[in-house]
């Protein structure tokens, strides 16, 4: 089982500052195939990125993912009110499926 | 719009069955792979099962395996998930997802998901 370590566990940062959130594999993740999702409180998560830096369908382009191997990063330009959430990166290359334990995107 | 409502959820004692369903519209069902994803209380997200369009193709979490079974009925436009031998540590939401291809890939699109709470 691959297993995604994701860093800072918490970001504290002001918006319009720029974020930068780390997931690092134990093994390498085939194909790329990584995915960052956003979660808010009570809400059900919601698809961000795949691929490793494809946006999905209605993701504003502030967000952007990069990486491949064992090291992915999910950057976000200018931070909205919007975007402090916790987010999670999920790797899809080889079953069983594994969930990074979610970076908190805090206000300072 | 694409919309899976998740339902079967409850309080089930250790040892215990239960049978969570989706029931998904908005889409071709039978086109799509799906997921269930759970979220323990206060804690992290955690991948159950996924299942191809045609349910050829099935994998499970370790933590799972041997108790849960996962299936689909495309004719019904619905997802399942039968969960037996319930321990404390099924307690969770149970989110039910659609996959972006016919093969269980990522999560394009999620339910509100179902509440289990496994306890005596």
């Known amino acids: 089982e691959i297993v995604l370590t994701q860093s800072p566990g918490t970001l504290s940062l002001s918006p319009g500052e720029r974020a930068t959130l780390s997931c690092r594999a134990s093994?390498?993740?085939?194909?790329?195939?990584l995915a960052w999702y956003q979660q808010k409180p009570g809400q059900a998560p919601r698809l961000l990125i795949y691929?490793?830096?494809t946006r999905a369908t209605g993701i504003p382009d502030r967000f952007s993912g990069s990486g491949s191997g064992t090291d992915f990063t999910l950057t976000i330009s200018r931070l909205e009110p919007e975007d402090f959430a916790v987010y999670y990166c999920?790797?899809?290359?080889?079953?069983?499926?594994?969930f990074g334990q979610g970076t908190k995107l805090e206000i300072k | 719009e694409v919309q899976l409502a998740e339902s079967g959820g409850g309080l089930v004692q250790p040892g215990r069955s239960l049978r969570l369903s989706c029931a998904a519209s908005?889409?071709?069902?039978?086109?799509?792979?799906m997921h269930w994803v759970r979220q323990a209380p206060g804690k992290g997200l955690e991948w159950v099962s996924g299942?191809?369009?045609?349910?050829?193709?099935?994998g499970y979490a370790d933590s799972v395996k041997g108790r849960f079974t996962i299936s689909r009925d495309n004719a019904k436009d619905s997802l399942y998930l039968q969960m037996n031998s319930l321990r404390a540590e099924d307690t969770a939401l149970y989110y039910c997802?659609?996959?972006?291809?016919?093969?269980?890939?990522?999560?394009?699109?999620w339910g509100k998901g179902t509440t289990v709470a496994v306890s005596s």
């Open positions: 691929g490793a830096s």
């Open positions: 908005g889409f071709t069902f039978g086109d799509y792979a």
């Open positions: 093994q390498s993740v085939s194909n790329s195939f």
């Open positions: 299942i191809s369009w045609n349910s050829g193709s099935i």
């Open positions: 999920q790797q899809y290359g080889s079953s069983p499926y594994t």
């Open positions: 997802a659609k996959a972006q291809s016919s093969y269980y890939n990522f999560m394009a699109v």
